[in-house]
């Protein structure tokens, strides 16, 4: 690393030190439920779920309008909504996540408008906001929600009218074509990296349908390696590429493979969220869709049953032989921390983002009691042209001298980000057994 590096991670690490109060309880949220926040910002620098909490995971919530203020501010009630249907409300919320319309420019300042009105002087959750190349329908955002019950619920917490499955630790509520996903952690959890299809095993490989058919055969694959099946995924993540020389995205490619998922899950499909960005779609070898999965074990899983005083983690095992991780597995009762989008101050050359955004959240973990080995899934975001980001996450990770950990990742390219920046991170990270 050149001196000029290790310059700006200390001067980072100042700023970002600065802006830092120290962790809260926010009274009327999650009884155990740590908030960071983050001075200056409308939303928290991360929030920590109670150890073994039951979570409410739902995503697709569009919001409509005349204009991306009015849209974005009914995607907020109608979260508040889907929360209220099962006990829940906004003080419970410890991450949204929000796919914008491509616009002007504007519709980063009109969502966060929209936000800073909804939450007013409470303390916000974790949040990340990314510009897409597209969302369904005539929406202008999609939100993805990850929320907590208290602990007075229990480890799994009861809903009225929930849906039982085949996986005592999952239930549902709500809508059939996407539901809220009631998920007990206490048995431990798995996320697995973004999966891209295989072109060449495709049957057509120019159509949207095979190409998200593709990848949800690697995903299931993903799942039977861990001992786990369709009927144990509670969340699945969908990125479609704009395809070349067609004028709007190919959404509605995602309802019948959606309707085989909820067959092999034996009749119930999970909860999923998607909107559009750039991707993998030219080139060679253009894949049209990345995916991811979140699933939830039905018993402790093996890897578990022996403590490893020898790993970073002894909460986190990671899988796959790549310069990435394939699956993570979460150990029983997690301290699960979910970081908020983090990119570079005003003023940070492009080439050097990569650099400060893995920089800052290095500091955020250290005042949370983590470090990077203990990322459990990393979320990129890069514009077309982004350069850095590879270079400095093989400073970070994947690093036998510094961290040889690797997490799960998916690292995508989208429309826009925040602020005009060219990279954007966010993380689910695993907070390792505290001392006393």
Do not use: C
Not at 103 to 119: I, L, P, Q, V
């Amino acid at each position: 690393m050149t001196n000029a590096s290790h310059g700006f991670r200390a001067a980072s690490r100042f700023f970002v030190a600065a802006l830092f109060l120290a962790p809260v309880l926010w009274s009327g949220g999650v009884e155990g439920q740590e908030v960071f926040p983050l001075a200056g910002a409308p939303y928290a620098a991360g929030v920590m779920a109670p150890a073994g909490a039951t979570l409410a995971v739902f995503g697709g919530i569009e919001g409509e309008g005349s204009d991306v203020g009015a849209a974005a501010a009914a995607a907020l009630g109608a979260m508040e909504a889907r929360l209220s249907e099962v006990g829940l409300d906004r003080s419970h919320v410890l991450k949204v996540r929000a796919g914008l319309a491509p616009g002007d420019g504007t519709e980063f300042t009109a969502w966060d408008g929209a936000w800073r009105s909804f939450y007013g002087s409470g303390q916000p959750p974790a949040r990340t906001t990314v510009g897409s190349s597209g969302v369904p329908g005539s929406a202008r955002i999609v939100l993805d929600v990850v929320a907590a019950f208290p602990l007075d619920r229990g480890h799994r917490a009861a809903v009225d009218g929930a849906r039982a499955t085949a996986n005592p630790n999952l239930s549902y509520v709500g809508p059939a074509g996407n539901p809220t996903a009631i998920v007990a952690t206490s048995p431990g959890l798995f996320l697995s990296s973004g999966v891209l299809p295989n072109r060449n095993s495709l049957a057509n490989p120019e159509a949207m349908e095979d190409h998200m058919r593709g990848a949800m055969n690697g995903l299931a694959n993903t799942l039977a390696d861990h001992g786990l099946a369709w009927a144990d995924a509670f969340f699945v993540r969908v990125l479609p590429t704009p395809q070349p020389d067609r004028a709007t995205v190919d959404f509605a490619g995602w309802t019948p493979v959606f309707d085989r998922l909820s067959e092999l899950a034996g009749g119930q499909g999970p909860a999923w969220t998607m909107w559009a960005a750039p991707g993998f779609g030219t080139g060679n070898n253009p894949r049209f869709v990345e995916i991811e999965v979140w699933a939830v074990p039905q018993a402790p899983m093996p890897a578990f049953e022996v403590l490893d005083r020898e790993s970073q983690n002894p909460n986190l095992r990671m899988t796959g032989t790549g310069f990435i991780a394939a699956g993570a597995m979460v150990a029983p009762y997690p301290e699960l921390v979910f970081l908020s989008g983090i990119v570079a101050p005003e003023g940070t050359a492009a080439t050097e983002e990569g650099m400060s955004v893995l920089t800052q959240m290095e500091e955020r973990l250290s005042l949370m009691g983590a470090t990077m080995a203990d990322v459990a899934e990393l979320r990129v975001y890069r514009v077309a042209g982004e350069e850095g980001f590879n270079d400095a996450y093989g400073l970070y990770f994947n690093n036998a001298e510094r961290n040889p950990h690797k997490p799960v990742r998916t690292n995508y390219v989208v429309q826009s980000l925040p602020g005009g920046r060219t990279v954007e991170v966010e993380a689910v990270v695993v907070r390792p057994p505290q001392g006393f």
